[in-house]
């Protein structure tokens, strides 16, 4: 009887993941708790929002008004530009409905005390 080691699946996996350029894990849960810091660092640091807006204008209404749609909107413009797929507003949704209720928490925290 022989027995053959098979290499695992998660050291497969372990490999593609330091080879592929796809937005860290960090920097994704990052954006979600504090969009508005990840917009600035994204800003600073990368040329994520390059190419994507002519004027200064929705950048900064985004930052201000709706951050994390902001993010999502950008990447996905990015990431497969002209017009947005079902699958794209689907998650333009999600981050809209993300977005309105980090802003309407604290009123709810504040009507219950």
Same mark, same amino acid.
């Given at each position: 009887?022989?027995?053959?080691? +098979?290499?695992? *699946?998660? $050291?497969?996996?372990?490999?593609?993941?330091?080879?592929?350029?796809?937005?860290?894990?960090?920097? *994704?849960?990052? *954006? $979600?708790? &504090?969009?508005?810091?990840?917009? $600035?660092? /994204?800003?600073?640091? =990368?040329?994520?929002?390059?190419?994507?807006?002519?004027?200064?204008?929705?950048? $900064?209404?985004?930052?201000? &008004? !709706?951050? !994390? =749609? /902001?993010?999502?909107?950008?990447?996905?413009?990015?990431?497969?530009?002209?017009?947005?797929?079902?699958?794209? /507003?689907?998650? !333009?949704?999600? *981050? +809209?409905?993300?977005?309105?209720? !980090?802003?309407?928490?604290?009123?709810?925290? #504040? #009507?219950? =005390?």
């Amino acid at each position: 009887m022989n027995i053959r080691a +098979v290499p695992s *699946a998660r $050291v497969n996996n372990q490999e593609s993941c330091r080879d592929s350029k796809s937005m860290p894990c960090l920097l *994704a849960l990052l *954006a $979600v708790a &504090f969009p508005r810091l990840a917009i $600035v660092l /994204l800003w600073l640091f =990368t040329n994520f929002f390059a190419g994507v807006y002519q004027n200064i204008v929705i950048p $900064v209404l985004g930052f201000l &008004f !709706l951050p !994390l =749609t /902001l993010i999502v909107y950008t990447y996905l413009q990015k990431t497969h530009p002209g017009a947005m797929g079902t699958q794209q /507003l689907i998650f !333009l949704l999600i *981050a +809209v409905i993300l977005d309105l209720g !980090l802003i309407g928490g604290g009123t709810t925290y #504040r #009507r219950r =005390t």
